[in-house]
């Protein structure tokens, strides 16, 4: 909250007047189809994963630019650059926390500020393994014309491909964000992004620089499920 922020900030000013690093690493996700996602939910994901880093980098900035080569890091994600079903708000926040991360960069130039990025694929973090959870939560809310539309058997092909998604099921350790993030507050030369672990740097990069139509084939062959969605075989047998 805003009220947190002033805390930190007050707390920070009391001890110094400079601040040498400032990381963003806050970040929560709801997992499922944009129909089954409310604008409520839409909008939490936004206000944390973006506006609260926004809203902590306005808050540090007089401290940060008080001295040269001072640092913000912005723990990201791949699904900043690279959209992934069944996450549009999650995606959406990391896309615009990417674009506001490129403009901070060089709007800072002049104050010898360093913005860096760390774009983790999947890692073995709470938000991941909540993953199968919140899918089911937002499930159970849905409005009865919701569920209908797409099946309890669509739901249920949904958490098999989950469970069996390579990605997912091949998280890596989190202490590779770590190490990065050693590297871009303490290192003379950060790097303006990072891609920890091999998801990241040999999966998602490379794939994101493929024409779209090849980049949609990718994920539906990863996202494919053995049943429709109930509507959709309804019209099939209509």
Same mark, same amino acid.
């Given at each position: $909250?805003?009220?947190?922020?002033?805390?930190?900030?007050?707390?920070?000013?009391?001890?110094?007047?400079?601040?040498?690093?400032?990381?963003?690493?806050?970040?929560?996700?709801?997992?499922?189809? !944009? +129909?089954?996602?409310?604008?409520?939910?839409?909008?939490?994901?936004?206000?944390?994963? =973006?506006?609260?880093?926004?809203?902590? %980098?306005?808050?540090?900035?007089?401290?940060?630019?008080?001295?040269?080569?001072?640092?913000?890091?912005?723990?990201?994600?791949?699904?900043? =650059?690279? %959209?992934?079903?069944? @996450?549009?708000? *999650?995606?959406?926040?990391? *896309?615009?926390?990417?674009?506001?991360? +490129?403009?901070?960069?060089?709007?800072?130039?002049?104050?010898?500020?360093?913005? #860096? !990025? !760390?774009?983790?694929?999947?890692?073995? $973090?709470?938000?991941?393994?909540? @993953?199968?959870? %919140?899918? &089911?939560?937002?499930?159970?809310?849905?409005?009865?014309?919701?569920? &209908?539309?797409? @099946?309890?058997?669509?739901?249920?092909?949904?958490?098999?491909?989950?469970?069996?998604?390579?990605? *997912?099921? =091949?998280? &890596?350790?989190?202490?590779?964000?770590?190490?990065?993030?050693?590297?871009?507050?303490?290192? $003379?030369? /950060?790097?303006?992004? =990072?891609?920890?672990?091999?998801?990241?740097?040999?999966?998602?990069?490379? !794939?994101?620089?493929?024409?779209?139509?090849?980049? +949609?084939?990718?994920?539906?062959?990863?996202?494919?499920? /053995?049943?429709?969605?109930?509507?959709? #075989?309804?019209?099939?047998? +209509?």
């Amino acid at each position: $909250t805003i009220e947190d922020i002033d805390a930190a900030f007050k707390l920070v000013n009391e001890k110094t007047k400079v601040l040498h690093a400032l990381v963003n690493n806050a970040g929560i996700a709801v997992a499922g189809h !944009i +129909d089954w996602t409310s604008m409520e939910d839409m909008r939490k994901v936004m206000d944390v994963n =973006y506006f609260g880093h926004v809203a902590m %980098t306005k808050k540090f900035l007089p401290l940060l630019i008080a001295k040269l080569d001072s640092r913000i890091v912005n723990i990201c994600s791949v699904a900043g =650059y690279l %959209t992934l079903s069944s @996450g549009s708000a *999650y995606c959406a926040s990391k *896309y615009a926390l990417e674009s506001f991360s +490129d403009c901070l960069r060089r709007e800072m130039v002049p104050w010898g500020l360093r913005v #860096s !990025i !760390i774009e983790p694929g999947f890692m073995r $973090t709470p938000i991941l393994e909540s @993953g199968p959870k %919140t899918f &089911e939560d937002l499930w159970s809310q849905l409005s009865s014309d919701v569920k &209908e539309r797409w @099946g309890e058997d669509f739901l249920k092909a949904g958490f098999d491909t989950i469970k069996h998604n390579p990605l *997912y099921k =091949y998280a &890596e350790n989190p202490m590779k964000v770590v190490r990065n993030l050693q590297h871009a507050v303490m290192n $003379t030369v /950060p790097c303006i992004r =990072y891609r920890p672990g091999w998801q990241s740097s040999l999966v998602f990069f490379p !794939i994101s620089h493929l024409p779209t139509w090849i980049v +949609d084939w990718i994920f539906s062959k990863l996202d494919k499920s /053995p049943h429709a969605p109930a509507g959709v #075989s309804q019209q099939l047998k +209509d």
